[in-house]
Protein backbone atom coordinates (compact mmCIF):
# COMPACT_ATOMS: atom_id res chain seq x y z
CA UNK A 1 0.00 0.00 0.00
CA UNK A 2 3.22 2.14 1.04
CA UNK A 3 4.38 2.25 -2.91
CA UNK A 4 1.19 3.82 -3.96
CA UNK A 5 0.49 6.48 -1.51
CA UNK A 6 1.81 9.69 -3.12
CA UNK A 7 3.74 12.38 -0.97
CA UNK A 8 1.28 14.96 0.73
CA UNK A 9 1.17 17.83 -2.35
CA UNK A 10 2.87 15.64 -4.75
CA UNK A 11 2.22 16.94 -8.64
CA UNK A 12 -0.63 15.88 -9.88
CA UNK A 13 -0.09 12.88 -12.49
CA UNK A 14 -1.58 9.68 -12.96
CA UNK A 15 -1.95 7.21 -10.39
CA UNK A 16 0.39 4.44 -9.32
CA UNK A 17 0.19 0.85 -9.63
CA UNK A 18 2.15 -1.33 -6.85
CA UNK A 19 5.89 -2.07 -7.94
CA UNK A 20 5.33 -0.33 -11.77
CA UNK A 21 3.93 3.32 -10.63
CA UNK A 22 2.61 4.76 -13.63
CA UNK A 23 4.81 2.47 -16.50
CA UNK A 24 1.91 1.35 -18.14
CA UNK A 25 0.33 4.81 -18.12
CA UNK A 26 3.78 5.96 -19.97
CA UNK A 27 3.59 2.85 -21.94
CA UNK A 28 0.48 3.39 -23.62
CA UNK A 29 1.01 7.19 -23.92
CA UNK A 30 4.50 6.71 -25.75
CA UNK A 31 2.65 4.10 -28.33
CA UNK A 32 -0.30 6.46 -28.91
CA UNK A 33 1.39 9.60 -29.10
CA UNK A 34 4.98 8.38 -30.66
CA UNK A 35 7.39 8.97 -27.97
CA UNK A 36 8.16 9.94 -24.29
CA UNK A 37 8.17 13.63 -24.96
CA UNK A 38 4.72 13.74 -26.68
CA UNK A 39 3.18 11.47 -23.95
CA UNK A 40 4.47 13.75 -21.14
CA UNK A 41 3.00 16.77 -22.97
CA UNK A 42 -0.40 15.01 -23.31
CA UNK A 43 -0.74 13.81 -19.42
CA UNK A 44 0.60 17.50 -18.71
CA UNK A 45 -2.80 18.87 -20.63
CA UNK A 46 -4.83 15.88 -19.28
CA UNK A 47 -3.64 17.14 -15.65
CA UNK A 48 -3.70 20.89 -16.27
CA UNK A 49 -0.45 21.58 -14.69
CA UNK A 50 3.02 23.01 -15.63
CA UNK A 51 4.52 20.54 -12.78
CA UNK A 52 3.69 16.65 -13.69
CA UNK A 53 4.21 14.15 -10.89
CA UNK A 54 4.96 10.44 -11.88
CA UNK A 55 6.57 7.15 -10.56
CA UNK A 56 8.27 5.23 -12.72
CA UNK A 57 8.81 1.70 -11.00
CA UNK A 58 10.20 2.61 -7.47
CA UNK A 59 11.59 5.77 -8.96
CA UNK A 60 9.95 9.20 -7.75
CA UNK A 61 9.80 11.43 -11.66
CA UNK A 62 8.67 14.89 -11.74
CA UNK A 63 8.38 16.76 -15.58
CA UNK A 64 8.50 20.81 -15.18
CA UNK A 65 6.51 22.78 -18.11
CA UNK A 66 6.56 26.56 -18.85
CA UNK A 67 9.08 28.79 -18.48
CA UNK A 68 9.92 29.62 -15.04
CA UNK A 69 10.06 26.43 -13.42
CA UNK A 70 12.23 25.48 -16.53
CA UNK A 71 14.87 27.91 -15.57
CA UNK A 72 14.85 26.90 -11.78
CA UNK A 73 15.48 23.62 -12.64
CA UNK A 74 18.55 25.21 -14.55
CA UNK A 75 19.63 27.67 -11.92
CA UNK A 76 18.38 26.19 -7.95
CA UNK A 77 21.13 24.75 -6.22
CA UNK A 78 18.67 21.66 -5.53
CA UNK A 79 17.70 20.74 -9.12
CA UNK A 80 22.09 20.28 -9.66
CA UNK A 81 22.38 16.14 -9.06
CA UNK A 82 22.17 13.48 -11.23
CA UNK A 83 20.34 10.06 -10.21
CA UNK A 84 22.18 7.36 -9.60
CA UNK A 85 20.57 4.97 -11.90
CA UNK A 86 21.37 1.40 -13.85
CA UNK A 87 21.02 2.51 -16.82
CA UNK A 88 23.85 5.33 -15.81
CA UNK A 89 25.97 3.26 -14.24
CA UNK A 90 25.57 1.14 -17.33
CA UNK A 91 26.29 4.34 -19.84
CA UNK A 92 29.63 5.15 -17.59
CA UNK A 93 31.22 1.26 -17.67
CA UNK A 94 29.86 0.61 -14.91
CA UNK A 95 30.86 2.77 -12.19
CA UNK A 96 29.70 6.50 -11.71
CA UNK A 97 32.11 8.33 -12.91
CA UNK A 98 32.76 11.41 -16.11
CA UNK A 99 30.75 14.40 -15.64
CA UNK A 100 27.04 14.12 -17.28
CA UNK A 101 26.24 10.91 -14.54
CA UNK A 102 27.66 12.39 -11.79
CA UNK A 103 27.34 15.05 -9.74
CA UNK A 104 28.72 16.83 -6.07
CA UNK A 105 32.79 17.12 -5.93
CA UNK A 106 33.47 14.60 -8.20
CA UNK A 107 31.34 16.30 -11.07
CA UNK A 108 32.43 19.74 -10.29
CA UNK A 109 36.63 18.77 -10.03
CA UNK A 110 36.10 16.66 -13.46
CA UNK A 111 33.95 19.43 -15.54
CA UNK A 112 36.47 22.32 -14.34
CA UNK A 113 39.24 20.49 -15.50
CA UNK A 114 37.81 19.31 -18.72
CA UNK A 115 36.39 22.30 -19.45
CA UNK A 116 39.59 24.66 -18.85
CA UNK A 117 41.89 22.17 -20.54
CA UNK A 118 39.60 21.54 -23.28
CA UNK A 119 39.86 25.67 -23.68
CA UNK A 120 44.07 25.02 -23.31
CA UNK A 121 43.98 22.82 -26.06
CA UNK A 122 42.19 24.95 -28.57
CA UNK A 123 38.47 24.43 -28.17
CA UNK A 124 36.32 27.52 -28.43
CA UNK A 125 39.66 29.53 -29.86
CA UNK A 126 40.27 30.31 -33.53
CA UNK A 127 41.68 26.75 -33.74
CA UNK A 128 38.69 25.32 -33.20
CA UNK A 129 36.99 27.55 -36.44
CA UNK A 130 39.93 26.17 -38.36
CA UNK A 131 39.16 21.81 -37.55
CA UNK A 132 35.24 22.95 -38.25
CA UNK A 133 36.97 24.94 -41.52
CA UNK A 134 38.59 21.95 -42.94
CA UNK A 135 35.93 19.59 -41.85
CA UNK A 136 33.01 22.11 -43.73
CA UNK A 137 35.80 22.04 -46.60
CA UNK A 138 35.56 18.18 -47.24
CA UNK A 139 32.29 18.12 -46.48
CA UNK A 140 31.82 20.48 -50.14
CA UNK A 141 34.36 18.40 -51.68
CA UNK A 142 32.32 15.25 -50.78
CA UNK A 143 28.98 16.83 -52.80
CA UNK A 144 30.85 18.18 -55.59
CA UNK A 145 32.33 14.41 -56.33
CA UNK A 146 28.62 13.47 -56.25
CA UNK A 147 28.19 16.00 -59.03
CA UNK A 148 24.52 16.55 -58.74
CA UNK A 149 23.56 13.31 -57.37
CA UNK A 150 21.51 12.70 -54.57
CA UNK A 151 23.25 12.49 -50.98
CA UNK A 152 22.31 10.93 -47.73
CA UNK A 153 24.07 13.41 -45.66
CA UNK A 154 23.36 11.88 -42.04
CA UNK A 155 26.58 9.43 -42.07
CA UNK A 156 28.62 12.38 -43.53
CA UNK A 157 28.11 14.98 -41.84
CA UNK A 158 27.97 12.71 -38.46
CA UNK A 159 31.84 11.79 -39.68
CA UNK A 160 32.55 15.17 -39.69
CA UNK A 161 31.47 16.56 -36.21
CA UNK A 162 33.10 12.96 -34.95
CA UNK A 163 36.37 14.19 -36.68
CA UNK A 164 36.19 17.64 -34.94
CA UNK A 165 35.40 16.53 -31.33
CA UNK A 166 38.49 13.39 -31.78
CA UNK A 167 40.81 15.55 -32.76
CA UNK A 168 40.61 17.84 -29.16
CA UNK A 169 40.00 14.69 -27.13
CA UNK A 170 42.65 13.00 -29.05
CA UNK A 171 44.80 14.96 -31.35
CA UNK A 172 43.77 12.51 -34.48
CA UNK A 173 41.17 12.31 -36.79
CA UNK A 174 38.64 8.98 -35.74
CA UNK A 175 38.92 5.95 -38.14
CA UNK A 176 38.12 5.34 -40.76
CA UNK A 177 37.43 1.20 -40.03
CA UNK A 178 34.22 0.46 -37.90
CA UNK A 179 32.87 4.02 -37.72
CA UNK A 180 29.80 3.50 -40.17
CA UNK A 181 29.14 0.64 -37.32
CA UNK A 182 29.66 3.10 -34.77
CA UNK A 183 27.26 5.75 -36.43
CA UNK A 184 24.36 2.94 -36.22
CA UNK A 185 24.96 1.85 -32.62
CA UNK A 186 24.74 5.70 -31.73
CA UNK A 187 21.39 5.80 -34.04
CA UNK A 188 19.80 2.92 -32.45
CA UNK A 189 20.49 3.86 -28.84
CA UNK A 190 18.95 7.39 -29.33
CA UNK A 191 16.17 5.01 -31.09
CA UNK A 192 15.54 2.76 -28.49
CA UNK A 193 16.04 4.82 -24.95
CA UNK A 194 13.97 7.27 -22.94
CA UNK A 195 15.25 9.74 -20.05
CA UNK A 196 14.43 8.28 -17.24
CA UNK A 197 16.27 4.75 -18.51
CA UNK A 198 12.90 2.57 -18.90
CA UNK A 199 12.34 -1.12 -17.89
CA UNK A 200 16.21 -1.46 -17.50
CA UNK A 201 15.98 0.90 -14.37
CA UNK A 202 12.84 -0.80 -13.33
CA UNK A 203 13.99 -4.42 -13.59
CA UNK A 204 17.77 -4.68 -14.27
CA UNK A 205 17.45 -8.31 -14.25
CA UNK A 206 14.96 -8.44 -17.06
CA UNK A 207 18.16 -7.57 -19.10
CA UNK A 208 19.26 -11.30 -18.98
CA UNK A 209 16.02 -12.17 -20.52
CA UNK A 210 15.63 -9.64 -23.33
CA UNK A 211 18.78 -8.31 -24.15
CA UNK A 212 18.02 -6.96 -27.07
CA UNK A 213 13.75 -5.79 -26.39
CA UNK A 214 15.22 -3.76 -23.12
CA UNK A 215 17.91 -2.09 -25.17
CA UNK A 216 20.76 -3.62 -23.30
CA UNK A 217 22.57 -5.09 -25.55
CA UNK A 218 23.00 -1.70 -27.75
CA UNK A 219 24.21 0.27 -25.15
CA UNK A 220 26.46 -2.54 -24.38
CA UNK A 221 28.14 -3.01 -27.77
CA UNK A 222 28.47 1.19 -28.36
CA UNK A 223 30.16 0.99 -24.76
CA UNK A 224 32.49 -2.04 -26.03
CA UNK A 225 33.33 -0.33 -28.94
CA UNK A 226 34.11 3.19 -27.97
CA UNK A 227 35.79 1.99 -24.74
CA UNK A 228 38.12 -0.02 -26.99
CA UNK A 229 38.32 2.88 -29.29
CA UNK A 230 39.59 4.91 -26.14
CA UNK A 231 41.62 2.53 -24.87
CA UNK A 232 43.76 2.22 -27.85
CA UNK A 233 44.26 5.84 -28.24
CA UNK A 234 45.28 6.52 -24.09
CA UNK A 235 47.78 3.54 -24.80
CA UNK A 236 49.22 5.47 -28.28
CA UNK A 237 49.34 8.88 -25.65
CA UNK A 238 51.17 6.83 -22.88
CA UNK A 239 53.72 5.76 -25.63
CA UNK A 240 53.98 9.58 -26.86
CA UNK A 241 52.86 8.24 -30.16
CA UNK A 242 50.67 11.39 -30.97
CA UNK A 243 51.74 14.35 -31.64
CA UNK A 244 51.12 17.98 -30.40
CA UNK A 245 48.85 19.10 -27.31
CA UNK A 246 45.40 17.63 -26.73
CA UNK A 247 43.02 16.85 -23.95
CA UNK A 248 44.11 13.05 -23.07
CA UNK A 249 48.06 14.58 -22.60
CA UNK A 250 46.91 16.89 -19.93
CA UNK A 251 44.65 14.40 -18.44
CA UNK A 252 47.53 12.09 -18.58
CA UNK A 253 49.59 14.49 -16.54
CA UNK A 254 47.05 15.47 -13.88
CA UNK A 255 46.50 11.70 -13.11
CA UNK A 256 50.71 11.98 -12.25
CA UNK A 257 50.03 14.82 -9.87
CA UNK A 258 46.51 14.74 -8.17
CA UNK A 259 44.65 11.07 -6.51
CA UNK A 260 41.41 13.03 -8.09
CA UNK A 261 42.12 12.30 -11.63
CA UNK A 262 42.34 8.17 -12.86
CA UNK A 263 42.38 7.03 -16.17
CA UNK A 264 38.69 5.38 -15.44
CA UNK A 265 37.77 8.62 -15.30
CA UNK A 266 39.35 9.88 -18.38
CA UNK A 267 37.84 7.00 -20.08
CA UNK A 268 34.23 7.88 -18.92
CA UNK A 269 34.51 11.30 -19.51
CA UNK A 270 36.14 11.00 -23.10
CA UNK A 271 32.49 8.85 -24.15
CA UNK A 272 30.49 11.90 -22.15
CA UNK A 273 31.90 14.50 -24.75
CA UNK A 274 31.84 11.82 -27.56
CA UNK A 275 28.22 10.49 -26.91
CA UNK A 276 26.87 13.99 -26.20
CA UNK A 277 28.87 15.92 -28.87
CA UNK A 278 28.08 14.01 -32.00
CA UNK A 279 24.52 12.83 -32.57
CA UNK A 280 23.21 16.99 -30.69
CA UNK A 281 25.67 18.39 -33.52
CA UNK A 282 25.47 16.51 -36.35
CA UNK A 283 21.34 16.50 -35.84
CA UNK A 284 21.20 19.96 -35.60
CA UNK A 285 22.80 20.33 -39.36
CA UNK A 286 20.51 17.98 -40.36
CA UNK A 287 17.76 19.68 -39.57
CA UNK A 288 18.72 23.56 -41.02
CA UNK A 289 19.49 21.53 -44.33
CA UNK A 290 15.79 19.95 -44.00
CA UNK A 291 14.19 23.60 -43.29
CA UNK A 292 16.26 24.90 -45.94
CA UNK A 293 15.05 21.96 -48.54
CA UNK A 294 11.39 23.07 -47.00
CA UNK A 295 11.90 26.36 -47.70
CA UNK A 296 13.42 27.55 -50.63
CA UNK A 297 12.48 30.97 -50.36
CA UNK A 298 13.87 31.44 -47.16
CA UNK A 299 17.04 29.46 -48.51
CA UNK A 300 17.31 32.05 -51.37
CA UNK A 301 17.70 34.96 -48.61
CA UNK A 302 20.11 33.09 -46.63
CA UNK A 303 21.75 32.59 -49.98
CA UNK A 304 22.27 36.40 -51.19
CA UNK A 305 22.51 37.28 -47.67
CA UNK A 306 26.17 35.33 -47.36
CA UNK A 307 26.64 36.40 -51.20
CA UNK A 308 26.53 40.09 -49.73
CA UNK A 309 28.07 40.13 -46.69
CA UNK A 310 30.89 37.78 -46.81
CA UNK A 311 30.88 36.69 -50.74
CA UNK A 312 33.17 33.63 -51.44
CA UNK A 313 35.43 33.37 -48.72
CA UNK A 314 35.24 30.88 -46.26
CA UNK A 315 33.12 31.64 -43.78
CA UNK A 316 33.76 31.85 -39.96
CA UNK A 317 32.11 32.19 -36.74
CA UNK A 318 32.47 36.11 -35.97
CA UNK A 319 30.21 36.12 -39.04
CA UNK A 320 26.84 35.59 -37.30
CA UNK A 321 27.25 39.11 -36.33
CA UNK A 322 26.77 40.09 -39.75
CA UNK A 323 24.89 37.57 -40.90
CA UNK A 324 21.76 38.48 -39.19
CA UNK A 325 19.22 36.34 -41.78
CA UNK A 326 21.46 33.51 -41.54
CA UNK A 327 21.63 33.40 -37.93
CA UNK A 328 18.04 34.03 -37.54
CA UNK A 329 17.27 31.43 -39.54
CA UNK A 330 19.23 29.03 -37.62
CA UNK A 331 17.75 29.78 -34.38
CA UNK A 332 14.27 29.22 -35.79
CA UNK A 333 15.69 25.79 -36.19
CA UNK A 334 16.64 25.06 -33.21
CA UNK A 335 13.64 26.42 -31.55
CA UNK A 336 11.34 24.63 -34.50
CA UNK A 337 13.63 21.30 -33.75
CA UNK A 338 14.59 20.88 -30.81
CA UNK A 339 17.49 18.68 -30.53
CA UNK A 340 17.18 17.92 -26.54
CA UNK A 341 13.02 18.02 -26.34
CA UNK A 342 13.15 16.75 -22.68
CA UNK A 343 16.38 18.17 -20.98
CA UNK A 344 17.80 16.26 -17.35
CA UNK A 345 17.90 13.87 -15.95
CA UNK A 346 18.36 15.67 -12.79
CA UNK A 347 18.40 14.44 -9.28
CA UNK A 348 16.93 16.60 -6.30
CA UNK A 349 19.43 17.27 -3.18
CA UNK A 350 16.91 18.37 -0.35
CA UNK A 351 13.50 18.72 -0.16
CA UNK A 352 12.09 21.57 -2.44
CA UNK A 353 8.63 23.15 -3.48
CA UNK A 354 7.66 24.10 -7.37
CA UNK A 355 4.42 26.06 -7.95
CA UNK A 356 3.74 25.11 -4.69
CA UNK A 357 3.87 21.18 -4.78
CA UNK A 358 6.35 19.66 -2.72
CA UNK A 359 8.65 18.07 -4.38
CA UNK A 360 11.04 15.25 -1.98
CA UNK A 361 14.74 14.66 -2.00
CA UNK A 362 16.02 12.22 -4.71
CA UNK A 363 12.83 12.83 -7.14
CA UNK A 364 14.43 13.11 -10.76
CA UNK A 365 13.33 15.89 -13.14
CA UNK A 366 13.27 16.68 -15.84
CA UNK A 367 12.63 19.93 -18.40
CA UNK A 368 10.30 20.13 -21.53
CA UNK A 369 12.46 22.32 -23.34
CA UNK A 370 9.93 20.73 -26.48
CA UNK A 371 7.27 22.16 -25.47
CA UNK A 372 8.36 25.74 -24.16
CA UNK A 373 10.01 26.62 -27.96
CA UNK A 374 5.88 25.54 -28.74
CA UNK A 375 4.74 27.56 -26.00
CA UNK A 376 2.25 30.60 -27.60
CA UNK A 377 2.66 32.46 -25.00
CA UNK A 378 6.14 33.29 -25.66
CA UNK A 379 5.99 32.26 -29.49
CA UNK A 380 3.23 33.92 -31.93
CA UNK A 381 2.28 31.28 -34.36
CA UNK A 382 4.91 28.51 -32.72
CA UNK A 383 3.82 25.92 -35.21
CA UNK A 384 4.98 27.60 -38.51
CA UNK A 385 8.90 27.88 -39.28
CA UNK A 386 9.25 31.53 -39.33
CA UNK A 387 13.03 33.55 -38.87
CA UNK A 388 11.57 36.66 -39.18
CA UNK A 389 10.78 36.29 -35.35
CA UNK A 390 13.87 36.59 -34.29
CA UNK A 391 14.50 39.76 -35.98
CA UNK A 392 13.52 43.32 -34.46
CA UNK A 393 12.21 46.53 -35.95
CA UNK A 394 15.97 47.78 -36.41
CA UNK A 395 17.59 44.62 -38.05
CA UNK A 396 18.92 43.24 -35.07
CA UNK A 397 18.81 39.47 -33.69
CA UNK A 398 15.82 39.59 -30.72
CA UNK A 399 14.48 36.65 -28.57
CA UNK A 400 17.49 34.37 -28.59
CA UNK A 401 17.16 34.30 -24.70
CA UNK A 402 13.75 32.04 -24.96
CA UNK A 403 15.77 29.46 -27.49
CA UNK A 404 17.18 27.02 -23.95
CA UNK A 405 19.36 24.44 -26.79
CA UNK A 406 22.23 24.41 -24.94
CA UNK A 407 20.16 24.50 -21.30
CA UNK A 408 21.48 27.01 -18.71
CA UNK A 409 22.84 27.36 -15.51
CA UNK A 410 25.78 25.55 -14.11
CA UNK A 411 25.33 22.00 -15.68
CA UNK A 412 25.13 24.03 -19.17
CA UNK A 413 25.84 22.13 -21.62
CA UNK A 414 30.00 22.69 -22.04
CA UNK A 415 30.34 21.93 -26.11
CA UNK A 416 27.86 24.86 -26.42
CA UNK A 417 30.89 26.72 -28.77
CA UNK A 418 31.91 23.91 -30.65
CA UNK A 419 28.18 22.93 -31.47
CA UNK A 420 27.09 26.38 -32.28
CA UNK A 421 30.05 27.32 -34.64
CA UNK A 422 29.92 23.50 -36.58
CA UNK A 423 25.96 24.69 -37.06
CA UNK A 424 26.80 27.67 -38.17
CA UNK A 425 29.86 27.82 -40.39
CA UNK A 426 29.02 24.21 -41.98
CA UNK A 427 25.94 25.22 -43.12
CA UNK A 428 26.76 28.56 -44.27
CA UNK A 429 29.88 27.35 -46.11
CA UNK A 430 27.26 24.61 -47.92
CA UNK A 431 24.58 27.07 -48.58
CA UNK A 432 27.44 29.71 -50.38
CA UNK A 433 28.17 27.10 -52.67
CA UNK A 434 25.00 25.37 -53.51
CA UNK A 435 20.93 25.41 -53.86
CA UNK A 436 19.75 22.64 -51.54
CA UNK A 437 16.86 20.73 -52.94
CA UNK A 438 15.02 17.42 -52.60
CA UNK A 439 15.86 14.80 -54.11
CA UNK A 440 13.57 13.26 -56.99
CA UNK A 441 11.00 15.75 -56.04
CA UNK A 442 9.86 14.43 -53.25
CA UNK A 443 9.70 16.30 -49.69
CA UNK A 444 10.91 15.04 -46.76
CA UNK A 445 8.36 15.49 -43.72
CA UNK A 446 9.35 17.47 -40.86
CA UNK A 447 7.89 15.77 -38.03
CA UNK A 448 11.23 14.25 -36.43
CA UNK A 449 11.72 10.63 -34.74
CA UNK A 450 11.78 10.98 -31.10
CA UNK A 451 14.06 8.65 -28.91
CA UNK A 452 16.65 10.70 -26.11
CA UNK A 453 16.63 13.42 -28.80
CA UNK A 454 15.14 14.19 -32.22
CA UNK A 455 16.11 13.24 -35.44
CA UNK A 456 14.77 14.06 -38.82
CA UNK A 457 13.59 10.86 -40.99
CA UNK A 458 16.03 9.74 -43.01
CA UNK A 459 16.11 11.95 -46.13
CA UNK A 460 18.27 12.73 -49.58
CA UNK A 461 19.24 15.85 -51.03
CA UNK A 462 20.65 17.07 -54.36
CA UNK A 463 23.30 20.24 -54.24
CA UNK A 464 23.49 22.55 -57.18
CA UNK A 465 25.89 24.29 -57.71
CA UNK A 466 25.54 28.13 -57.92
CA UNK A 467 28.31 29.48 -59.50
CA UNK A 468 30.12 27.79 -62.19
CA UNK A 469 33.75 28.70 -61.51
C1 LIG B 1 23.77 21.12 -30.96
C2 LIG B 1 24.54 20.42 -30.15
C3 LIG B 1 24.29 20.21 -28.68
C4 LIG B 1 23.12 20.28 -27.97
C5 LIG B 1 21.72 20.58 -28.48
C6 LIG B 1 23.46 19.99 -26.59
C7 LIG B 1 22.55 20.05 -25.53
C8 LIG B 1 22.91 19.91 -24.19
C9 LIG B 1 22.05 20.23 -23.07
C10 LIG B 1 20.63 20.78 -23.17
C11 LIG B 1 22.75 19.95 -21.93
C12 LIG B 1 22.29 20.21 -20.49
C13 LIG B 1 21.78 19.01 -19.76
C14 LIG B 1 21.23 19.41 -18.40
O1 LIG B 1 20.95 20.58 -18.15
O2 LIG B 1 21.03 18.52 -17.57
C15 LIG B 1 24.04 19.41 -22.33
C16 LIG B 1 25.01 18.94 -21.47
C17 LIG B 1 26.21 18.40 -21.89
N1 LIG B 1 26.75 18.48 -23.15
FE1 LIG B 1 25.84 19.21 -24.80
N2 LIG B 1 24.80 19.72 -26.50
C18 LIG B 1 25.36 19.85 -27.75
C19 LIG B 1 26.70 19.70 -28.09
C20 LIG B 1 27.67 19.21 -27.25
C21 LIG B 1 29.06 19.00 -27.59
C22 LIG B 1 29.68 19.32 -28.95
C23 LIG B 1 29.67 18.44 -26.50
C24 LIG B 1 31.10 18.01 -26.32
C25 LIG B 1 32.13 18.66 -26.68
C26 LIG B 1 28.67 18.33 -25.45
C27 LIG B 1 28.90 17.82 -24.19
C28 LIG B 1 28.00 17.89 -23.13
C29 LIG B 1 28.27 17.38 -21.79
C30 LIG B 1 29.54 16.63 -21.33
C31 LIG B 1 27.15 17.70 -21.00
C32 LIG B 1 26.94 17.37 -19.53
C33 LIG B 1 27.26 18.59 -18.68
C34 LIG B 1 27.05 18.35 -17.19
O3 LIG B 1 26.30 17.47 -16.80
O4 LIG B 1 27.66 19.11 -16.42
N3 LIG B 1 27.47 18.81 -25.93
N4 LIG B 1 24.13 19.44 -23.71
Redesign the pocket.
Known amino acids: LESVRKPKNYPPGPKWLPFFGCNFTMKKFSKEYGSQWKALSELRKLYSTDVLGLKLGKELVVVFFGEENIRRM?LDKEFEG?PDTFFARLRCLGTRSG??FTDGQV?KTQ?AFTVKNLRNVGFVKTLMEKEIQTETCNFIKCITEKDGHSIHLRNIIAKAVLNV?WKYVAGENIKEEGLEHMLDLFNSRSKAFVMAGGWLNLMPWCRYLFPDWTGYNIIKNLNKELSYLIEEIIQKHKSNLIEGKDFIYSYLDEIDASEDFTEEQLKVICM??II??SQ??SN?LLFAFLAALKHPDMQDKVYDEIDRVIGDRLPCWSDNYSLIYTSAFLLEVQRYFT??PL??P?RVLFDTYVDGYFIPKETTVMSSIGDLHMDPAIWDQPNEFNPERFIDDTGALKNSEHVY???LGR??????S??KSF?FIAFVGVIQKFKVVCANGVLPSDEPIIGLLASPKPFQTEFILRKKA
Open positions: FRITWRLDLAGTTAIAVGRTFGRRCPGDLGL
